[in-house]
């Protein structure tokens, strides 16, 4: 299994620190944007696509500001952490996006990203 490349992704985003993150992490909130659905047990969030549905460990969940998550599929140490960055001057609010991917689809990833991103920022009315 070879390593799979670390990216970090930055989008700004007009939504308060906390709104967002019920959006990261709440299933209602993340069916919203990330999945069609998203079911949770436990710690076990199962996402749910048109065909097919994946599922993921939540690692961490600090209030306000992040969480983390593992696809239990994934045999490789990688993950991936949604993050709440609030600058401390302007009070801009961006979200952070850690994520792996095999060398050949690190573009793809990233613009599947984008593309999740984009679509949160229709549900929450931002630009």
Partial sequence: ?????????????????QLLFQYISTPSG???WFADNV???????TFIWDDSEEQAKLLTKKNGERVKFKWLDDDTNS????RIQVDGITK????MV?????????EETKMLW?????????VLGSS
């Fill in 98 to 106: 850690t994520d792996f991917a095999e060398e050949d689809e690190v």
């Fill in 39 to 45: 079911n949770l047990r436990g710690e076990l969030f």
């Fill in 1 to 17: 299994m070879s390593d799979k490349i670390k990216f970090e992704l930055e989008f700004p985003i007009q939504a308060s620190s």
């Fill in 30 to 32: 993340l069916s919203e």
């Fill in 92 to 95: 801009d609010v961006s979200l």
């Fill in 79 to 82: 993950y991936f952490e949604i």
């Fill in 114 to 122: 984008d593309n999740q991103i984009s679509d949160l920022k229709k």
